[in-house]
């Protein structure tokens, strides 16, 4: 079984910047047979997506919130995907959690396998 554990998260003030990191072990497939996906869930709401980096396709995809400010990466050798978050608003405020999908391609991943506990983002000043 796959294991996910992100870290990273913590406070910080408007404007700064965090790079959360997943990382990947145990019995599975490497990273190059996965889709990785950074999710995040604010208090009180629903689930939102935000970024996603397959080898299946070997391209990133971005949500709208993301897009111009976050940038996801990967390590495959360390068994790594990285979430670096730029110009971080208090609106970021949330769980930020990792997820990987066999389907290997970002835009038909089900997220239905393997989820990390999340590493929490606070932005306040």
């Known amino acids: 079984q796959l294991q996910l554990v992100e870290s990273g998260g913590g406070l910080v003030q408007p404007g700064g910047s965090l790079r959360l990191s997943c990382v990947a072990s145990?019995?599975?497939?490497?990273?190059?047979?996965?889709?990785v996906g950074w999710f995040r869930q604010a208090a009180g709401q629903e689930r939102e997506s935000v970024a996603c980096?397959?080898?299946?396709?070997?391209?990133?995809y971005y949500t709208d919130l993301a897009k111009g400010r976050f940038t996801i990466s990967g390590d495959v050798a360390e068994n790594t995907v990285y979430l670096q978050m730029n110009s971080l608003k208090p609106e970021d405020t949330a769980i930020y959690y990792c997820?990987?999908?066999?389907?290997?391609?970002?835009?038909?991943?089900?997220?239905?396998?393997?989820w990390g506990q999340g590493t929490q983002v606070t932005v306040s000043s």
């Open positions: 980096i397959s080898w299946g396709d070997g391209a990133p």
């Open positions: 145990g019995s599975s497939p490497s990273l190059a047979k996965l889709a």
């Open positions: 997820a990987a999908d066999s389907q290997s391609v970002c835009p038909i991943a089900t997220w239905r396998e393997y």
